[in-house]
């Protein structure tokens, strides 16, 4: 599983009706952004020590919370007294990229190395669905360096939000998920060949049929409320866009046999007994450069987690 892991003025965030539109606006001002990021990070510090999903409910959202709560789910069940590993997070050289956009929600990305994964990037995004509402990660995703793009901002240093119908790109923001869904059913699409397309689908296939135990998959798209897709526009045209997937993977074992065992943290987020078969329920957040024009999507990152499991 992946181990992801205020009254604020009108003007900086609120949303203001001009002439009866609403007035474009930064999402947050820059300290804002950074108190979002410092809240986030003492809480979900707080809840990995205690293993306790209740210290930084209110600070996850979207695919992160369903992957943060299972993970402390799991290790609750499997260590009621707390997390005896625990080190706590630290994250700096935080690059903070906020867009200007109208109305609910508002969000940012922030960027920021991590004393943990080596020198992956850490990427979050932090939504907002309205004033009275806090700050809540809604994605996290570990990218390589090297492979971040460069964002499009005006003279005030803000970016700019692309629109989930967007049609200026090789596929709509809006329809990743489900086109990404697609293509990890039947290698078709447009999505490049690397670790998050071609060759997960490779593991798959090796996995799905082992000495006494078969392995299916469905992939679903997640693209409503807190699972909608978040897109900025970098500085060639295109778009780093933040998205959500939802599988299943089921292993069924050969008659005469059983299922073997999953491990201690799957075993605490499965219902029944395990025994011919097990189905487990995986969100997995991504984010992926959409070429402007036509081209091939990139997945850059992939963080997944289990989120429940069923033994039959």
């Known amino acids: 599983m992946a181990a992801c892991v205020t009254a604020l003025s009108l003007t900086a965030s609120g949303c203001v009706v001009v002439h009866g539109e609403k007035e474009v606006l930064p999402s947050a001002t820059k300290a804002e952004a950074a108190k979002a990021l410092q809240q986030f990070t003492t809480a979900y510090n707080k809840a990995d020590k205690a293993y306790d999903s209740s210290l930084d409910a209110d600070y996850v959202t979207g695919a992160l919370g369903d992957i943060d709560s299972a993970r402390l789910k799991a290790g609750k069940a499997l260590n009621p007294g707390g997390n005896a590993a625990h080190t706590p997070l630290e994250l700096s050289d935080v690059t903070y990229t906020i867009p200007k956009k109208a109305g609910w929600p508002r969000w940012f990305v922030a960027d920021a190395a991590g ?78 060949p690397g670790r998050h397309t071609s060759e997960w689908r490779a593991d798959r296939e090796k996995d799905a049929k082992r000495p006494g135990l078969v392995s299916q998959f469905i992939d679903e798209p997640l693209t409503s409320g807190d699972y909608a897709p978040l897109a900025l526009r970098t500085t060639d045209g295109d778009a780093l866009v933040f998205f959500t997937t939802r599988y299943y993977e089921k292993r069924t074992a050969y008659a005469g046999t059983d299922v073997p065992s999953p491990g201690k943290a799957v075993e605490a987020l499965t219902k029944g007994e395990i025994k011919q078969s097990l189905t487990m329920e995986i969100v997995s957040n991504e984010v992926a450069l959409d070429p402007k024009g036509s081209g091939k999507v990139q997945v850059i990152g992939r963080t997944q987690g289990l989120t429940s499991a069923k033994g039959e």
Do not use: H, I, M
């Open 115 to 192: 004393n943990k994964f080596g020198s992956a990037r850490w990427l979050f995004v932090f939504t907002r669905g309205g004033l009275n509402e806090p700050w809540e990660a809604a994605y996290l995703t570990l990218v390589a360096p090297g492979d971040l793009p460069k964002f499009k901002t005006d003279k005030a240093g803000w970016a700019e939000a692309v629109p989930a119908n967007s049609t200026e790109l090789a596929v709509p923001p809006g329809d990743l998920s489900k086109t990404y869904a697609a293509y990890l059913k039947d290698g078709k699409g447009v999505f490049a």
